[in-house]
Structures are given as C-alpha cells and as structure tokens.
C-alpha cells in the first residue's frame, strides 16, 4: 500500500486512499463522533516541541505555550506533562491552566488589557511574570500587588519596530500597533517600574507577530531587545534575569517553509552568546507552531451546489468553527477523507459553511476530485486559532475535539448542543 504524507503535517497521510491521522482511520473518527470535529495528533504536538527543546538543549530556558491558539484542556494537559509553561492572556485562560494540571508558577500574562481583578487571581496563584505593555498598566499592577501585600514579577513588552512581514492582523512589533512599550520609551519606563515598591523587575519580553516564515525579523528583533538590555542596565536598572522572545513561528499553511525551530535558535544563541548574554534565563511564547498542524477539522459535504459563475461546495462546518478564511483571509488545505482514483476534468468549488453570511467560507476555488453529498473532508492545519477562536453563531453548538495518540482516540471535548449554547439565558 503506498503511503502519501501530507505536507507539513508528518503525522498526517493517506494509506493507500484513506487518510489516517498516526495509526486512526479519519472517517471512522467522522462516524464515531460525527462532523464538524476536531482530531489533534499528540505525536505531532509532542515533535514541535520537541524541535524547541533541542534548540534549548544545555540552557536555561522555559517553554510557555501561548495558549490562546488552542486552550482545550486535553491540549494543555499534554504540554503541561511534558513540562511547559504557558502565556495567558486573560484570568479564565490561568483556570484553564490549573484545570489541566499546569503549574502556575510557570505562567507568564501577557496583554494590553489586565483588569485589577485578573490582576489579584493573578498574583493570588502566584504566577511567574508579568509583561507590562503600558506605564498605565505598569502604575495599577504596583497598586494591586500593594493592596495584596506582595510584588508582582514583571517584565515589559518592548515594541523592537521590526516588520515581521506578516499579514496586518497577526503582526504586532511594529510602530502604530497598540502592543508593547515603543523602543524610546522602554528604558524609562524600566527605571520606573523599578522605582515601585510593588513591582519586580525580572525580564524583558517582546512578540513581534504571527505566522512568520522568514529569519530576518527575529535577528532584527534580538539585536534590538539585546541593545536594549544593555541600555535599561547601563540606566541603573537592576540585572535583568531572563529575556523573553516572544512567538510566533509559522507552520506550513501553503508551501510556507517557515525556519525549523531549532535552526532558528541555534542562530540566535550564537546571537546572544556572542553578545555576551548567554547566561540569562530564556523564555519562549509559541503558540500556533506547536499545535497548528497537529490537527484537522473534519467535515461533511451536505450539497453541491452548481452556479453559472460559481459551483459551491456547502459542508457542515462553517466561519464558527473555522473562523480564519473569514478573519484574516487565510488558506487552509481541504483534502477527501477517501480519495476516488479520478482522471475526469472537475469543477473548482468554493466550499462555504450554512451561516447567513457571505463570509462564511472556508476555500475557494478548490479542486475536490469527484466530491458528492456524504463525503468527508479534512481541513487542514486546523489546530490553531480555530476551536479557541470558535463561537455559537447561529446557534451552532462548538464542535467535538478529539485527541490521537497511536491507535488510541480520547475524546476531550463534547459536542455542544443547542441548550448548552442558551443555558445561561432568562425569559422576562
Ligand atoms: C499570540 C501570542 C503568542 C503566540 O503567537 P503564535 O503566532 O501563535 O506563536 C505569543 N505571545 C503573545 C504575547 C501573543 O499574543
């Protein structure tokens, strides 16, 4: 039987004309559990990160997974055993954190917006840092660390201006974005937070994107932060312990050769050692690299709907559960879950979801082979920003979550149904 492995995605491939995610047959999972559903791959999970930890082999350094790119707790829990920590960016996301058996100590908060009570549950489970991205923020969490008679960890969001030469919506380290304390303004805003008795200056963080693919921006970006230290230092500030560099790593969506993770730090360590900075702690936010192409969301074909411009291909999942062709235009490859051995010339669909709205769409233009009615498909790459960024439009219950593991399937979510979507609302 031949094997046919799908790009970027190892664990991922047809043997013979049926697609398996490692030893799981997708559309017994699709029959199992039903359509839309998400199926991640831990093996897949567990080698991203592997490709990180190879890069840090011998240092000091801590891996928090941004979980904003996928929060489900069955997905935590797999980091949080293989020792990761995780950068938040709300007090639900640290619940979440401590359901899955993750170690708060090992938490880093990051976002423009804390509120004083995330804030206090914050410092209440005594999280390792906080990146600060405005003198604002800097002021209220002195005041609350004060109230709670503690210090707070803090290191600052640094905004090093560099283009990450990412889409608009995903890039975060340029001037004109609401992220991070701007360049000039970092080493006074250091030798204020060292001045508040509620506050502790540990690191320097930065994040300058989202699905980058190219080097540059990141040796940019650590030339910037390490000229920075060696300002915010050189003012007077005590010694910063660890320098935080952010995430955001691309996968291959598309024939995206984005840098192997352990490529890339082997170059910014040679970076920070020749600087004189390889005694600092490292920590790291990837988000979308560890869990983006471990998985996959399956889906059914409900009707094929032929047009004179256009032919559409309309399936059971929608922008609720695949929301990023919507939010930011992006391409997700969509494959058969059985492949028919097909030679005829097809039509191009363009495959949409039943929400009421024009852009609900998952692909366009795309070549399905002999698709009909009942058929199953896999979106791929769908293990980041998808069910994390997933709603009940329309009243659509979220989708089921399932995780492989060799031939083993955990379900680790259910899926919702249509009470569970109204069941915290009251009649008059
Ligand atoms: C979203 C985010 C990340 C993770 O980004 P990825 O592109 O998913 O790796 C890391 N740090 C911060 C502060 C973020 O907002």
Same mark, same amino acid.
């Given at each position: 039987?031949?094997?046919?492995?799908l790009p970027?995605?190892?664990?991922?491939?047809?043997?013979?004309?049926?697609?398996?995610?490692?030893?799981? *047959?997708?559309?017994?999972l699709?029959?199992?559990?039903?359509?839309?559903?998400?199926?991640?791959? &831990?093996?897949?999970?567990?080698s991203?990160?592997?490709?990180?930890?190879?890069?840090?082999?011998?240092?000091?350094? $801590?891996?928090?997974?941004?979980?904003?790119?996928?929060?489900?707790?069955?997905?935590?829990?797999?980091?949080?055993?293989?020792?990761?920590?995780?950068?938040?960016?709300?007090?639900?996301?640290? &619940?979440?954190?401590?359901?899955?058996?993750?170690?708060?100590? &090992?938490?880093?908060?990051?976002?423009?917006?804390?509120?004083?009570?995330?804030? *206090?549950?914050?410092?209440?489970?005594?999280?390792?840092?906080?990146?600060?991205?405005?003198?604002?923020?800097?002021?209220?969490?002195?005041?609350?660390?004060?109230?709670?008679?503690?210090?707070?960890?803090?290191?600052?969001?640094?905004?090093?201006?560099?283009?990450?030469?990412t889409?608009p919506?995903?890039?975060?380290?340029?001037?004109?974005?609401?992220?991070?304390?701007?360049?000039?303004?970092?080493?006074?805003?250091?030798?204020?937070?060292?001045?508040?008795s509620?506050?502790?200056?540990?690191?320097?963080?930065?994040?300058?994107?989202?699905?980058?693919?190219?080097?540059?921006?990141y040796?940019?970006?650590?030339?910037?932060?390490?000229?920075?230290?060696?300002?915010?230092?050189?003012?007077?500030?005590?010694?910063? $312990?660890?320098?935080?560099?952010?995430?955001?790593?691309?996968?291959?969506?598309?024939?995206?050769?984005?840098?192997?993770?352990?490529?890339?730090?082997?170059?910014?360590?040679?970076?920070?050692?020749?600087?004189?900075?390889?005694?600092?702690?490292?920590?790291?936010?990837?988000?979308?690299?560890?869990?983006?192409?471990?998985?996959?969301?399956?889906?059914?074909?409900?009707?094929?709907?032929?047009?004179?411009?256009?032919?559409?291909?309309i399936?059971?999942?929608?922008?609720?559960?695949?929301?990023?062709?919507?939010?930011?235009?992006?391409? $997700?490859?969509?494959?058969?879950?059985?492949?028919?051995p097909?030679?005829?010339?097809?039509?191009?669909?363009?495959?949409?979801?039943?929400i009421?709205?024009?852009?609900?769409?998952?692909?366009?233009?795309?070549?399905?082979?002999?698709?009909?009615a009942?058929?199953?498909?896999?979106?791929?790459?769908?293990?980041?920003?998808?069910?994390?960024?997933?709603?009940?439009?329309?009243?659509?219950?979220?989708?089921?979550?399932?995780?492989?593991?060799?031939?083993?399937?955990?379900?680790?979510?259910?899926?919702e149904s249509?009470?569970?979507?109204?069941? &915290?609302?009251?009649?008059?």
């Open positions: 039987m031949t094997l046919t492995a970027g995605q190892p664990q991922l491939a047809y043997r013979g004309d049926t697609l398996f995610l490692e030893e799981v *047959r997708l559309s017994d699709a029959a199992r559990y039903g359509t839309p559903l998400f199926a991640y791959s &831990k093996a897949s999970m567990l991203a990160l592997a490709a990180y930890q190879r890069g840090f082999a011998g240092r000091d350094a $801590q891996i928090c997974y941004a979980m904003k790119a996928n929060s489900s707790l069955g997905v935590l829990q797999v980091f949080a055993r293989a020792g990761c920590g995780f950068d938040i960016v709300s007090a639900g996301e640290l &619940k979440r954190v401590i359901a899955a058996g993750g170690d708060p100590r &090992k938490v880093i908060f990051s976002g423009v917006g804390k509120t004083r009570a995330e804030m *206090r549950t914050a410092l209440e489970a005594g999280i390792g840092c906080f990146n600060v991205e405005s003198t604002a923020e800097l002021e209220v969490l002195h005041e609350v660390a004060t109230e709670l008679g503690t210090q707070a960890p803090v290191s600052i969001r640094v905004n090093p201006n560099v283009d990450p030469q889409h919506y995903i890039s975060t380290g340029l001037k004109g974005n609401k992220f991070g304390v701007a360049h000039e303004e970092t080493v006074a805003t250091y030798q204020r937070a060292a001045s508040l509620g506050l502790r200056v540990v690191g320097i963080d930065c994040h300058i994107g989202s699905q980058i693919t190219q080097e540059s921006p040796l940019d970006a650590m030339d910037r932060i390490l000229d920075l230290v060696a300002a915010i230092e050189a003012a007077g500030v005590p010694r910063l $312990q660890h320098i935080d560099f952010g995430g955001g790593l691309g996968i291959d969506y598309q024939g995206d050769t984005p840098p192997a993770a352990d490529a890339l730090w082997a170059q910014l360590l040679a970076k920070i050692d020749a600087r004189g900075y390889g005694d600092r702690k490292l920590m790291i936010e990837p988000g979308r690299s560890l869990v983006g192409n471990a998985g996959v969301c399956l889906t059914e074909v409900l009707y094929l709907k032929p047009g004179e411009q256009k032919n559409f291909c399936v059971d999942a929608a922008m609720n559960d695949l929301p990023r062709p919507a939010m930011y235009q992006a391409w $997700q490859a969509i494959v058969p879950l059985e492949r028919t097909d030679a005829a010339e097809r039509p191009a669909y363009d495959v949409v979801g039943p009421c709205e024009s852009g609900d769409w998952i692909g366009r233009d795309r070549h399905l082979g002999p698709v009909q009942g058929d199953r498909l896999a979106v791929l790459s769908a293990g980041a920003y998808c069910m994390s960024m997933s709603s009940n439009y329309n009243t659509r219950g979220r989708a089921a979550e399932v995780l492989v593991d060799g031939d083993q399937v955990h379900l680790i979510r259910e899926r249509a009470e569970d979507t109204f069941h &915290k609302e009251r009649l008059v």
